[in-house]
């Protein structure tokens, strides 16, 4: 069964940045897309960003600019960058693997606040 293992969650202060990773314990046959989610309490949970198997990216209004996907194939790794993070990016974050199934990571916690 395949695992996500999600890391690099915590708190910062408004302006700070933080980097997410998303690591498979195996290798995940014919993934077409890699997502991140966001969740905050109260609300539905919202895509933050995607990547496609050719390296199209694609992200939320919210966040364009400030965030960044990336794939590291060879380590099994999606990564999340986040820079000048507003308080309104606190939620767990989710990564998920489309691959005819769709995995999904156990989420990460991301706290900003002064």
């Known amino acids: 069964q395949v695992q996500l293992v999600e890391s690099g969650g915590g708190s910062v202060q408004p302006g700070g940045s933080l980097t997410l990773s998303c690591t498979a314990s195996?290798?995940?046959?014919?993934?077409?897309?890699m997502r991140w989610y966001r969740e905050v309490a109260g609300r539905q949970r919202e895509v933050v960003g995607s990547?496609?198997?050719?390296?199209?990216?694609g992200y939320v209004d919210s966040v364009k600019g400030r965030f960044f996907i990336s794939r590291d194939n060879s380590k099994n790794t999606l990564y999340l960058q986040m820079n000048d993070l507003k308080p309104e990016d606190t939620g767990v974050y989710y990564c998920?693997?489309?691959?005819?199934?769709?995995?999904w990571g156990q989420g990460t916690q991301v706290t900003v606040s002064s």
């Open positions: 998920k693997f489309e691959a005819g199934r769709d995995y």
């Open positions: 195996e290798t995940v046959y014919n993934v077409f897309r």
């Open positions: 990547i496609l198997t050719g390296g199209g990216t």
